[in-house]
């Protein structure tokens, strides 16, 4: 049986396929997992432009590798170039360059550079994403679980819709005038999570990496449950008070929004929410 985010993607194409053929629509994926607060592009992993650190299982083969070539180098000269390569792969600022990071940009929010971007045309083609970023996701075996997620799964569609190919209809429709000038292009993005479950160290019997995959995790729960209390609240302070005279109003409410502070940037995950 599918799963949510699959039901969802299958349903947005639905609605594109009936209603949105006229309105321009463009559809890209990117497909990231959060490992223990750092960002990994799961549809590109193992390298190249738009690649994250390196996943643990990848880590421990070029360790091998780089082993085995200053073995060889002692008669092979090239063998020892190779294992410089390697070790540039291995230091932790080796891929800073193409690592994913997130930033705030001023027009399209919160955003993650260096990430490999798909047009998707139909929902096949998110199932196909779909299982491909799973086969690359970090699982390990824990007492409770043998295939356990240790990262935060997040598959991000952004939709762009080309009012300059609108129809006069369709561009009615979207509430977009053409007596304002050319109608600039309409950006939604969509962000679905797939969540690594809490865990007690005690239960789950982890150490060493699992432990901090699992400490890690529980971190980026906590914020976002923080975040949700927070947003909650301060919605519910929002609601005017029918009893109370417009001027006294208006200056609580100025007083309660100088005192909010919402911790976005406490995970990443939270602030890849914002």
């Known amino acids: 049986e599918k799963g949510l985010i699959p039901r969802i993607c299958e349903t947005l194409f639905y609605f594109i396929d009936k209603h949105g053929k006229d309105r321009g ?42 082993k085995k070539l200053m073995q060889e180098a002692r008669t092979n000269p090239t063998a020892m170039e190779e ?35 798909f047009a998707v045309k139909a929902f096949q083609d998110c199932a196909d994403l779909l299982e491909e970023g799973l086969t690359n996701r970090t699982t390990a075996s824990t007492a409770m679980n043998s295939s356990s997620s240790r990262s935060h799964a997040v598959f991000a569609l952004e939709i762009t819709e080309k009012t300059a190919k609108m129809d006069a209809t369709a561009m009615a429709l979207a509430g977009v005038s053409a007596k304002k000038g050319a109608p600039k292009d309409r950006i939604t993005k969509i962000t679905l999570i797939d969540l690594a479950g809490s865990e007690r160290t005690n239960t ?4 060493g990496t699992r432990l901090a995959e699992g400490s890690a995790i ?15 609240k301060y919605s519910k302070e929002q609601e ?6 417009p001027s006294a109003a208006k200056g609580k409410k100025k007083v309660k929004e100088e005192g909010r502070h919402i911790p976005f940037r406490d995970s ?7």
């Not at 990443?268 to 914002?274: K, M």
């Open 25 to 66: 629509l463009m559809v890209e994926a990117t497909y990231l997992e959060i490992y223990q607060e750092k960002i990994i592009d799961l549809l590109n992993p193992k390298g190249g432009p738009g690649s994250g650190p390196l996943k643990p299982k990848d880590r421990l083969k070029l360790e091998a590798k780089r």
């Open 83 to 117: 294992a410089r390569e390697i070790l540039k792969q291995l230091s932790p600022n080796g891929n800073a360059s193409n690592a994913p990071k997130v930033r705030e940009d001023p027009s399209r929010g919160v955003v993650v550079d260096n990430l490999k971007r």
């Open 204 to 207: 789950a019997a982890t150490t």
């Open 218 to 232: 529980n971190k980026s729960l906590s914020a976002l449950g923080l975040v949700i209390q927070l947003l909650a």
């Open 268 to 274: 990443v995950l939270t602030w890849i929410l914002r």
């Open 240 to 245: 005017p008070d029918p009893f109370a005279s």
